[in-house]
């Protein structure tokens, strides 16, 4: 994507669509909260909302080079290992603190996420050494993410038993749809989802919206909306039991709308926006700019583990230097191949 078009698309982003998604679902005027809709922590409004609008502004950029597709290997597995554990860490925080309090709620979140997260990276470790014959580290850094994503709408709503569960099932219907699905669909091939957005937050992302429907317990949804309401907040699971299952019926079915207006939201205005930027500034990077990367685009690379040429030329010079003081004598440029061989 081209930079300058980056810079106009986000604010636009954020401003006409995730301000509205968030409003919606989080606002006490929002019509999804006055429906009862269960986002604990941004299922929704970020994880769905994201993967949605990533998937179709990727299919608006285009893909990258070919070479790029064919081959496109891992840069630092020990950097990506060192983000993956931040990450987690770092969820731990925005699950916990949606509280703002040290509660009851808050402690569920934070070992809900990591109960989650853990079944699902064994999870998609299992189904890849099922399949595939071996584990991989990538697969089970996706099944961290999914893990993550799923329980995020349900993390203070849910007892443990269900988080175990939600881990089960992010760890295998996106390592479905990734593995499977995406080599399969027309669509999912077109567009080059390059770090699989679409499969890690919006298909885990409706995943968790959908379970915390199913699963949701409304003694903690109390605690959390803090409103006594037997219409609301009731999982469909508890509505059976309890002998409300029109109230867990109606909670699956007020889940469901919310993903279908998300969607319908992201598709819509990210598709305007692209369309915006695109008058005014390209969205692709030119083929010649693609084809050298990051030096063409901002004159530095992200990893010059020799200069690029510059280091290179400097230790050419050096070289000359140190010859022609200690072998006056000898071919400046023979000398200088030998050495260097």
């Known amino acids: 994507m081209n930079f300058y078009a980056w810079m106009l698309f986000v604010p636009l982003w954020v401003t006409f669509s995730y301000t509205i998604c968030a409003f919606s679902i989080w606002s006490t005027d929002g019509w999804l909260f006055k429906m009862g809709l269960i986002d604990y922590s941004g299922g929704f409004v970020i994880h769905l909302s994201s993967g949605i609008a990533g998937f179709i502004a990727a299919s608006w950029v285009g893909p990258r080079t070919v070479k790029d597709r064919e081959r496109f290997p891992p840069n630092n597995i020990l950097l990506m290992l060192a983000g993956a554990g931040l990450l987690w860490m770092g969820w731990t925080g925005f699950n916990g603190g949606d509280p703002y309090a040290a509660s009851i709620d808050a402690s569920l979140a934070v070992l809900n ?167 005014i500034v390209p969205l692709r990077l030119q083929e010649d700019e693609l084809e050298v990367g990051d030096d063409a685009v901002h004159g530095e690379v992200a990893y010059a583990l020799w200069g690029d040429g510059e280091r290179l030329e400097t230790a050419t010079q050096q070289l000359s230097f140190e010859i022609n003081h200690q072998w006056p004598t000898l071919d400046l440029k023979t000398s200088i191949d030998a050495q260097m061989e």
């Open 113 to 279: 996420t990591h109960v989650c997260t853990a079944m699902s990276l064994l999870t998609w470790l299992f189904l890849d050494i099922l399949f595939f014959g071996k584990p991989s580290v990538i697969g089970a850094t996706q099944g961290m993410i999914t893990g993550l994503v799923c329980i995020t709408p349900a993390a203070g709503v849910v007892q443990g038993w269900a988080a175990m569960i939600m881990g089960i099932m992010s760890g295998s219907i996106p390592w479905y749809t990734m593995m499977v699905l995406h080599k399969e669909i027309r669509v999912l091939k077109q567009v080059d989802d390059t770090m699989a957005v679409f499969h890690t937050h919006a298909v885990a992302g409706c995943l968790g919206g959908i379970l915390a429907g199913l699963f949701a317990d409304p003694d903690l949804c109390r605690l959390f909306y803090g409103v006594e309401d037997s219409v609301h907040y009731t999982g469909l699971v508890y509505g059976i039991f309890r002998g409300r299952p029109k109230a867990g019926f109606r909670q699956m079915g007020v889940q469901l709308l919310g993903i279908l207006f998300v969607i319908l939201l992201n598709v819509t205005t990210t598709s305007i926006v692209c369309f915006v930027v695109k008058t």
